[in-house]
């Protein structure tokens, strides 16, 4: 089939050079000019494990291509994808549609016979009804279908997610564009992963709600932290207990610094206002919201307390800015909220990340960037773990202990165990929702 992706950023790239290696014919459309540059030079703009090597193979193969003219890709397309941004709009907490629509516009003009328009990009209820409405003024002999076929992608894991998902779920109103979205999966459906076809209201909310729920268990298992932290209980043990309930399960309840990315922030605020627009309140997702923000603020306590309760002239060593490991991705990160208060307060802050620093030199201004963890802990007083890359989770802990000032450390991750800390010459470690020592 010939599919044109219109966008280029984390959804669309991926989503494409996907479908080409299931054997379409794909054609991703971007309207910046050095970015198709560098994509066709076989430069990935983005950091995700695999996707250069699988991008080179399908446009070494003749079926992955890159352009900045929409209209050339859009002629004679089978399906049209739309995987542009929806960020949140400032002042209203709604997802900002701009780029969608005027891409539904693009595209109307551009259509030259049958194709389904398919939203991928996250978009409110009743998006691709607009979408349709839009296509349908702008060229109103325009013969097409819209559906809704929302990502599940996590950033780290993308490929495996696309090639082996939990569900595939599309929206659409009719048969006809029921079979080209069958056409389209159908190297995933032969392998037994499911396809489900909904109407597309439901599939729109369907990924709202999937990711306003593990934002929920994200900041649950952060709640239950705190509180443990008072009774004396230690959240690993909770969360594994937890876990071990089949009606629960283990994923998203590894306490931490709070959810950050591009997905749970901005989708829980947008379905909290699409509650509020509907007069029906998204009270879990509101509370959610506040929790998240709350437990950000936290962490910088708990770095303040290590440091004595003040960190003017301090030198303390971060890693990890991004807000998960395996991504160069520093939107809503909790290190934005946690580097900018510590720099405030006087602290000088030296910063390590594989992959943070393309964005965070721009984000986190005052700070000195570091090539290794041991570089940035020389003659620092407290090292602070914020992103659980691997490379974090086998330190040696001695070196780092001897080269300290004073060797004292924040696990905002829970990577360490507080006895192995103190067993390496630490002399005082705190954590999320566990005893530490020394403070």
């Known amino acids: 089939m010939k599919i044109a992706m219109i966008g280029t950023g984390y959804v669309g790239l991926v989503s494409g050079v996907c479908f080409s290696d299931f054997g379409h014919d794909v054609i991703c459309v971007d ?12 430069i990935v703009p983005i950091y995700e494990p695999g996707l250069e090597e699988l991008m080179v193979k399908n ?11 929409l209209a050339a890709a859009v ?24 780029y969608v629509m005027a891409a539904a516009e693009e595209i109307a003009q551009a259509l030259t016979g049958y194709a389904v328009v398919v939203t991928k990009s996250t978009v409110p209820l009743g998006t691709n009804r607009q979408v349709k409405q839009v296509i349908h003024k702008a060229n109103p ?26 569900r595939v779920v599309v929206g659409v109103q009719n048969d006809r564009a029921a079979e080209v979205m069958n056409d389209i999966y159908r190297p995933l459906s032969l392998r037994d992963f499911p396809v489900m076809m909904t109407d597309l209201e ?34 690993k ?5 937890m876990g071990m309930d089949g009606r629960i399960g283990d994923k998203f309840l590894h306490a931490g610094p709070g959810y950050g990315g591009s997905c749970f922030p901005k989708d829980t605020k947008a379905l909290a206002r699409i509650g509020q627009d509907h007069a029906m309140p998204m009270q879990l997702t509101e509370t959610v919201i506040k929790v998240n923000d709350e437990v950000k603020r936290r962490m910088i ?56 620093r393309r964005e965070g030199e721009a984000l986190l201004p005052g700070v000195n960037w570091s090539e290794d963890a041991y570089k940035a802990a020389q003659n620092a007083d407290a090292i602070v773990i914020l992103t659980e890359w691997n490379e974090f989770r086998a330190l040696d802990l001695k070196r780092l202990a001897k080269r300290m000032n004073a060797p004292t450390m924040a696990d905002l991750r829970n990577i360490y165990a507080p006895k192995d800390v103190k067993r390496a010459g630490f002399t005082a470690y705190v954590s999320i929702g566990r005893a530490g020592f020394g403070v």
């Open 31 to 42: 309207k910046n000019p050095d970015k198709i540059t560098q994509l066709e030079q076989g």
């Open 59 to 69: 446009v070494t193969a003749g079926r992955l291509s890159f352009s900045g003219d």
């Open 75 to 98: 002629a004679g397309a089978d399906a049209v994808f739309i995987a542009v941004g929806t960020p949140t709009r400032r002042g209203d907490g709604h997802a900002d549609l701009t």
């Open 141 to 166: 002999k325009a013969e097409f279908d819209v559906a809704s076929n929302p990502e599940f992608l996590r950033e780290g894991a993308a490929i495996d997610d696309f090639m082996h998902p939990d």
């Open 202 to 235: 439901s599939a729109e909310m369907i990924k709202y709600a999937a990711n306003a729920f593990l934002a929920t268990k994200i900041t649950f298992i952060n709640e239950i932290a705190a509180l443990c932290e008072r009774v004396g209980a230690d959240v």
């Open 237 to 241: 043990m909770v969360s594994k207990g």
């Open 301 to 356: 306590d708990k770095v303040v307390d290590i440091c004595g309760g003040n960190v003017n002239g301090k030198t303390i060593a971060v890693l990890g800015v991004t807000f998960k490991p395996n991504t160069d991705d520093m939107r809503d990160a909790p290190s934005l909220t946690i580097i900018p208060a510590l720099v405030g307060g006087g602290a000088k802050v030296r910063v390590v990340d594989p992959q943070g």
